[in-house]
C-alpha cells in the first residue's frame, strides 16, 4: 500500500488537493507593509469588551497600512454556536463602526478568499491533513477519551508533564497494518500531529508587542483533525490563515502558550509562518488581586452593558484608543482638530502586561465627547437610546423637540463647555427638572437660607420687581445684584469677604434661593439660561410651588 492510498483509506472521499487549495487562493497583491488580519469570533452571539479591543486593533492597524482586515467565524464547535450568533456579533460590531473588507456578512461572503465560515471548509482542512499523513507528518489516533483520561492521571501521580507525547503516544508507533486493521474493525479514530519538536529544546520567536520570547519546543502530537472530520482549533487557524493569507496574527494573550504548536504547524505544512501579536488583557481588582474581566463575573464585560448605559460607542472606541498606545491622549490634546482616526497605532507602544480597566477613565472620555457635540447632536443621541430604555423620556423629547435642543445647548458653545451628560442613560437625571411633565420634586435642596419667609421675600421681590424675560445676561446679573443689596445682602462678593458680619449673605445665596425654587436643585447649568427657558409664568407656578 502506497503512502497515498494509506491516506486515501484515513480520509476518504476528499475532493481536492492541497495543490488545488494554494492555487485557487493566491498570495494577494498588496504593496508592501500592508497587514492583512481577521477578527476570528465563534458564534455565541457575545462579543464582550476584550474582543472588541482586540477587533479595534486589528481593523486600525489593517486600515493604516492599505491592508485587509476579514470577519472569519470559528463555529468547528458546535456545542457553542447559537442560532443568529453570526449576526449579533456582526451587529454589535458594526454599532462601534468596527467594518470589515471581506469575510462574513448577514448576506453571505464578502471576498475571494472564502468560505470564510469553517465549518464549510471541511474538504480544504481534510486536504492539507491528507497532505500530512501522505509525508509522514500526521497519524491516526485510536485512543479512547477513557484511554486518555487514565494516562493523565498516571502522568498526574508522577507528576509528569500532562499530555500525548513520547511514551506516552501509543498510536504514533502503529504500523500501517495496524492502522488498516483497526479502520477495518470499525474503531474510531481521530488524526493527530507528528511532532518532530523536543520539549527541552528553547523555541525563540518574536511577537510584534511583547518582544522576543523563549518558550519550549512543542513536541505534543496534538489532535489536528477531530472524529467527525471537522478541524481543531490549531489546524483550522494554520490552514486559515495561510490560504486567507494572513500577514499578522492579532489576538489575546492567551494564546500565547501556543506559538510554538502553531509556528511548528506553519513549518510541517511549507507555509510561511506570519507575525504574531498577542493583546495583553483588559484587568479588574477583585478583593486585592487582578484579574481578566469576565463576561460571567462583570457586567461591564458584555458589550450590551455599555448600550444600556448609553455611553457613546465613539466614547468607548477613544478610551479603547488610550489603552492600545500610551501616546494617544498626548496626540489628541496636541492635535485637537485632528479626527482620531488620524492616529498611527503602533504595535511597539501596546501594553505587554494586562492593563486595568479604568471605568472611571471611560466615563470622563464620555464627557469630554458629550460635552464637543451640537446641542441636536446631543438631542439626536438621547431620543435614540430613550427610544430602547426609557419611553416616558422618548415622548417628552419627542413632543418638545426644540425646547430639548435649547436645554443640551446650554453653557454648550463655550470655550469649557459644560460635562454633567456622562452617557445618555443619565439624560434624564440631568434635565428632569426641565419638563413640568416631571416636576414634582419630593424635597427642594436648600442650602444656607431655609426660612420660609425669607425665601417668599427673595422670590417674590425677584419676580414682582426685577424679573424681565428680554434682559440680556449682563442686565440680568446687576439686576441680581440690586436685588441682593435692596435685601441686604451683599451685591459683590469682595464686600462680602471684608465685612462679611454687615449682610445677611452675599449674592450667591439669593441666586441659590432662586435656583432651587426653579429646578428644586442646587447645582445646575446655568440658572440665567434656565430661566430664559422656563419663562415667567412658569416661573411664578414653580415659585408658588416651592413654598407650599
Known amino acids: 500500500m502506497t503512502r497515498e492510498e494509506y491516506a486515501d483509506l484515513i480520509l476518504?472521499?476528499?475532493?481536492?488537493?492541497?495543490?488545488?487549495?494554494?492555487?485557487?487562493?493566491?498570495?494577494?497583491?498588496?504593496?508592501?507593509?500592508?497587514?492583512?488580519?481577521?477578527?476570528?469570533?465563534?458564534?455565541?452571539?457575545f462579543v464582550h469588551i476584550g474582543a472588541l479591543y482586540s477587533a479595534f486593533i486589528g481593523s486600525k492597524m489593517a486600515q493604516q497600512t492599505n491592508g485587509v482586515f476579514f470577519l472569519r467565524i470559528e463555529d468547528t464547535d458546535q456545542k457553542r454556536s447559537i442560532d443568529d450568533g453570526v449576526n449579533k456579533i456582526i451587529d454589535d460590531l458594526i454599532k462601534f463602526d468596527i467594518n470589515f473588507d471581506e469575510g462574513v456578512t448577514k448576506d453571505g461572503d464578502k471576498g475571494a478568499y472564502?468560505?470564510?465560515?469553517q465549518s464549510q471548509r471541511k474538504?480544504?482542512?481534510?486536504?492539507?491533513?491528507?497532505?500530512?499523513?501522505?509525508?509522514?507528518?500526521?497519524?491516526?489516533c485510536f485512543c479512547s477519551e477513557s484511554q486518555n483520561k487514565a494516562e493523565r492521571e498516571v502522568q498526574e501521580k508522577?507528576?509528569?508533564?500532562?499530555?500525548?507525547?513520547?511514551?506516552?503516544?501509543?498510536?504514533?508507533?502503529?504500523?500501517?497494518?495496524?492502522?488498516?486493521?483497526?479502520?477495518?474493525?470499525?474503531?474510531?479514530?481521530?488524526i493527530r500531529l507528528k511532532s518532530p519538536g523536543d520539549f527541552n529544546k528553547r523555541f525563540t520567536?518574536?511577537?510584534?508587542?511583547?518582544?522576543?520570547?523563549?518558550?519550549?519546543?512543542?513536541?505534543?502530537?496534538?489532535?489536528?483533525?477531530?472524529?467527525?472530520?471537522?478541524?481543531?482549533?490549531?489546524?483550522?487557524?494554520?490552514?486559515?490563515?495561510?490560504?486567507?493569507?494572513?500577514?499578522?496574527i492579532i489576538r489575546g494573550d492567551e494564546w500565547y502558550p501556543s506559538v510554538p504548536k502553531h509556528t511548528q504547524l506553519f513549518v510541517m505544512l511549507g507555509f510561511k509562518v506570519p507575525k504574531y501579536a498577542h493583546i495583553s488583557p483588559l484587568l479588574k481588582e477583585d478583593n486585592g488581586t487582578r484579574r481578566k474581566i469576565s463576561k460571567r463575573k462583570d457586567p461591564e464585560a458584555a458589550i450590551s452593558?455599555?448600550?444600556?448605559?448609553?455611553?457613546?460607542?465613539?466614547?468607548?472606541?477613544?478610551?479603547?484608543?488610550?489603552?492600545?498606545?500610551?501616546?494617544?491622549?498626548?496626540?489628541?490634546?496636541?492635535?485637537?482638530?485632528?479626527?482620531?482616526?488620524?492616529?498611527?497605532?503602533?504595535?511597539k507602544k501596546m501594553p505587554t502586561g494586562g492593563t486595568m480597566f479604568d471605568y472611571d477613565k471611560l466615563i470622563n472620555i464620555s464627557k469630554n465627547y458629550i460635552s464637543r457635540l451640537k446641542a441636536s447632536e446631543v438631542y439626536d443621541l438621547a431620543l435614540v437610546h430613550a427610544q430602547t430604555y426609557d419611553k416616558e423620556l422618548e415622548e417628552l423629547l419627542e413632543k418638545y423637540k426644540d425646547y430639548s435642543i435649547k436645554i443640551f445647548?446650554?453653557?454648550?458653545?463655550?470655550?469649557?463647555?459644560?460635562?454633567?451628560?456622562?452617557?445618555?442613560?443619565?439624560?434624564?437625571?440631568?434635565?428632569?427638572?426641565?419638563?413640568?411633565?416631571?416636576?414634582?420634586?419630593?424635597?427642594?435642596?436648600?442650602?444656607?437660607?431655609?426660612?420660609?419667609?425669607?425665601?417668599?421675600?427673595?422670590?417674590?421681590?425677584?419676580?414682582?420687581?426685577?424679573?424681565?424675560?428680554?434682559?440680556?445676561?449682563?442686565?440680568?446679573?446687576?439686576?441680581?445684584?440690586?436685588?441682593?443689596?435692596?435685601?441686604?445682602?451683599?451685591?459683590?462678593?469682595?464686600?462680602?469677604?471684608?465685612?462679611?458680619?454687615?449682610?445677611?449673605?452675599?449674592?450667591?445665596?439669593?441666586?441659590?434661593?432662586?435656583r432651587v425654587a426653579l429646578t428644586s436643585k442646587s447645582m445646575t447649568p446655568d440658572l440665567y439660561d434656565i430661566m430664559q427657558l422656563l419663562g415667567p409664568e412658569r416661573m411664578k407656578k414653580r415659585m408658588e410651588m416651592s413654598l407650599q
Not at 474538504?123 to 491516526?140: G, V
Request: charged share 30%; with cysteine; glycine share 4%.
Open 205 to 248: 520567536f518574536k511577537d510584534c508587542i511583547k518582544g522576543k520570547a523563549e518558550l519550549p519546543e512543542n513536541d505534543e502530537d496534538f489532535p489536528i483533525i477531530k472524529s467527525d472530520g471537522l478541524p481543531t482549533y490549531h489546524f483550522a487557524h494554520a490552514i486559515d490563515d495561510h490560504l486567507m493569507r494572513s500577514t499578522h
Open 12 to 45: 476518504p472521499n476528499v475532493k481536492h488537493t492541497a495543490a488545488y487549495y494554494e492555487q485557487l487562493y493566491p498570495e494577494r497583491d498588496l504593496a508592501e507593509g500592508a497587514i492583512v488580519t481577521r477578527y476570528a469570533p465563534s458564534p455565541t452571539g
Open 158 to 190: 508522577n507528576k509528569e508533564r500532562l499530555g500525548y507525547y513520547g511514551k506516552w503516544a501509543k498510536c504514533r508507533h502503529l504500523s500501517m497494518e495496524e492502522v488498516v486493521q483497526k479502520i477495518s474493525n470499525g474503531e474510531k479514530y481521530i
Open 123 to 140: 474538504d480544504i482542512y481534510q486536504a492539507f491533513a491528507k497532505k500530512l499523513i501522505i509525508e509522514d507528518k500526521a497519524y491516526p
Open 305 to 347: 452593558f455599555y448600550h444600556e448605559k448609553g455611553i457613546p460607542n465613539q466614547a468607548i472606541m477613544l478610551y479603547l484608543e488610550t489603552v492600545a498606545n500610551s501616546n494617544f491622549e498626548m496626540w489628541l490634546e496636541q492635535n485637537k482638530d485632528k479626527d482620531p482616526e488620524e492616529f498611527i497605532l503602533d504595535f
Open 114 to 117: 472564502g468560505p470564510y465560515t
Open 409 to 514: 445647548n446650554i453653557e454648550r458653545n463655550q470655550k469649557k463647555p459644560r460635562k454633567d451628560i456622562a452617557y445618555f442613560g443619565d439624560v434624564k437625571n440631568q434635565i428632569w427638572y426641565m419638563y413640568d411633565e416631571l416636576f414634582n420634586p419630593p424635597v427642594y435642596e436648600w442650602q444656607k437660607i431655609q426660612d420660609k419667609n425669607e425665601i417668599k421675600l427673595i422670590l417674590n421681590t425677584y419676580i414682582n420687581e426685577y424679573y424681565d424675560n428680554n434682559d440680556d445676561k449682563d442686565t440680568w446679573f446687576q439686576k441680581m445684584k440690586t436685588l441682593a443689596n435692596k435685601l441686604g445682602y451683599a451685591g459683590e462678593m469682595k464686600d462680602y469677604k471684608e465685612n462679611p458680619d454687615n449682610y445677611k449673605g452675599n449674592i450667591t445665596d439669593i441666586s441659590m434661593v432662586l
